[in-house]
């Protein structure tokens, strides 16, 4: 498996060569972000300091320590767990982070629908997918947090990693509007039936 190098922030063009199936592997930086993030920059107007232009997003709330701020934690955290949580909770926040922040790259864990998908394909973005249960080897990947916006909501901050080699990440939603979740309903589905009618029941 030959995994794609992509450094952050990317631009449109970097996101439309990418095809579902492809496996990815993200540089420089991500920002953590989660329902309570979403609700208050979206339902109540809040607004990030941070620039996201280009950026990716991983649904998390991540499990942290609060230390002394010093060049090892310059936010005054230190990272204990970051991991993933399922993302089709949040699947309406996906177009509004994409047009007014222009976030490119959305990672969780399950899948998006089909706004998501409409979105990716407008305005080029991409979903890349992560397999539950990876949180301490997510944890690895990112070198520190760097800073942290909308600290108040805790966990549900938005956080900003710095990371190194975060991947491989599996292009599970494209531009183009293909979806591997797509061929894994469809095998499910025939299978399913296979299984039926090899016992004498109609699908």
Same mark, same amino acid.
């Given at each position: 498996m030959t995994a794609i190098q992509l450094p952050l922030p990317c631009s449109e063009d970097d996101i439309r060569k990418l095809k579902a199936g492809d496996h990815v592997i993200l540089q420089n930086t991500l920002f953590g972000i989660r329902?309570?993030? &979403?609700?208050?920059? $979206?339902? +109540?107007? *809040? +607004?990030? #300091? $941070?620039?996201?232009?280009? #950026?990716?997003?991983? #649904?998390?709330?991540?499990? =942290?320590? +609060? =230390?002394?701020?010093?060049?090892? &934690?310059?936010?005054? &955290? *230190?990272?204990?767990c970051i991991g993933t949580t399922t993302s089709m909770r949040m699947e309406r926040f996906t177009r509004p982070l994409m047009e007014q922040y222009g976030v490119r790259i959305t990672i969780g864990k399950g899948g998006l629908g089909e706004e998501s998908r409409k979105a990716f394909q407008d305005l080029g973005g991409v979903y890349l997918a992560i397999i539950g249960g990876t949180a301490a080897l997510e944890t690895t990947w990112i070198t520190a947090i760097e800073e942290v916006d909308m600290d108040d909501l805790n966990p549900e901050s938005l956080w900003r990693f710095a990371i190194k080699d975060f991947g491989p990440l599996l292009v599970a939603m494209d531009s183009h509007g293909n979806s591997v979740y797509d061929a894994v309903k469809k095998t499910a589905a025939d299978r399913r039936a296979a299984a039926l009618a090899s016992i004498g029941v109609k699908a």
């Amino acid at each position: 498996m030959t995994a794609i190098q992509l450094p952050l922030p990317c631009s449109e063009d970097d996101i439309r060569k990418l095809k579902a199936g492809d496996h990815v592997i993200l540089q420089n930086t991500l920002f953590g972000i989660r329902d309570a993030t &979403y609700i208050h920059m $979206f339902d +109540k107007g *809040r +607004k990030t #300091h $941070f620039d996201l232009n280009g #950026h990716a997003v991983i #649904h998390t709330a991540p499990n =942290v320590e +609060k =230390v002394p701020v010093s060049n090892e &934690y310059p936010a005054g &955290y *230190r990272s204990i767990c970051i991991g993933t949580t399922t993302s089709m909770r949040m699947e309406r926040f996906t177009r509004p982070l994409m047009e007014q922040y222009g976030v490119r790259i959305t990672i969780g864990k399950g899948g998006l629908g089909e706004e998501s998908r409409k979105a990716f394909q407008d305005l080029g973005g991409v979903y890349l997918a992560i397999i539950g249960g990876t949180a301490a080897l997510e944890t690895t990947w990112i070198t520190a947090i760097e800073e942290v916006d909308m600290d108040d909501l805790n966990p549900e901050s938005l956080w900003r990693f710095a990371i190194k080699d975060f991947g491989p990440l599996l292009v599970a939603m494209d531009s183009h509007g293909n979806s591997v979740y797509d061929a894994v309903k469809k095998t499910a589905a025939d299978r399913r039936a296979a299984a039926l009618a090899s016992i004498g029941v109609k699908a």
